[in-house]
T-cell receptor, first 114, second 113 residues
Framework: EAQVTQNPRYLITVTGKKLTVTCSQN?????MSWYRQDPGLGLRQIYY???????DKGDVPEGYKVSRKEKRNFPLILESPSPNQTSLYFC?????????????FGNGTRLTVT | AQSVTQLGSHVSVSEGALVLLRCNYS??????LFWYVQYPNQGLQLLLK??????LVKGINGFEAEFKKSETSFHLTKPSAHMSDAAEYFC???????????FGGGTRVLVKP
């Protein structure tokens, strides 16, 4: 089954404790992206990747890191999480960088930072 | 910069009634427009998209949207709401030949029996 898989689904952590949210897609998509969803703000892009070893900042990259060493994986790293990073996070992919091809989303990771 | 405005963060409709969700966008060039739906505890799924072909776009589950360039709008409608339509709906806009998709703030739909 074609899918985007994120882990974990739920994560509670404390300020400053490094964490990684994994994302994997099995559709051989070139483009992958991370979003955070906050009430009333919709989805805001954190980072995106056009292909292996090619990553770029989105609208809200501060406090986050990503890497794209393999085509299928695009982990999101929070080196020192803070409470304002409490949010619902989505990984998404699409076949190419062209915006007219639809995004495929994972089921989300709900992160709470205390 | 492109932006998307969804009027109304919450909409309540009765089962069988018309569903109308409003979306206005700003874009300096002809856009691609999308509606996505998010069911509880799930990721977003594509409902429909406009990519400069027909201005009336039909999507899944009986939804459709009309692109009106003069009004910079892409409102989503469904003639008769079903309980299963209860979800959050997001409008999104992207520039042709670009890679960035900008999302609106979302509209949560509640369907009353």
């Amino acid at each position: 089954e074609a899918q985007v898989t994120q882990n974990p689904r739920y994560l509670i952590t404390v300020t400053g404790k490094k964490l990684t949210v994994t994302c994997s897609q099995n559709m051989n998509h070139e483009y992958m992206s991370w979003y955070r969803q906050d009430p009333g703000l919709g989805l805001r892009q954190i980072y995106y990747s056009m292909n292996v070893e090619v990553t770029d900042k989105g609208d809200v990259p501060e406090g986050y890191k990503v890497s794209r060493k393999e085509k299928r994986n695009f982990p999101l790293i929070l080196e020192s999480p803070s409470p304002n990073q409490t949010s619902l996070y989505f990984c998404a992919s699409r076949p190419t960088g062209q915006v007219n091809s639809p995004l495929h989303f994972g089921n989300g990771t709900r992160l709470t930072v205390t | 910069a492109q932006s998307v405005t969804q009027l109304g963060s919450h909409v309540s409709v009765s089962e069988g009634a018309l569903v109308l969700l409003r979306c206005n966008y700003s874009s300096s060039v002809p856009p691609y427009l999308f509606w996505y739906v998010q069911y509880p505890n799930q990721g977003l799924q594509l409902l429909l998209k406009y990519t400069s072909a027909a201005t009336l776009v039909k999507g899944i589950n009986g939804f459709e949207a009309e692109f009106k360039k003069s009004e910079t709008s892409f409102h989503l409608t469904k003639p008769s709401a079903h309980m299963s339509d209860a979800a959050e709906y997001f409008c999104a806009v992207g520039k042709a030949a670009g890679n960035k998709l900008t999302f609106g703030g979302g509209t949560r739909v509640l369907v009353k029996p």
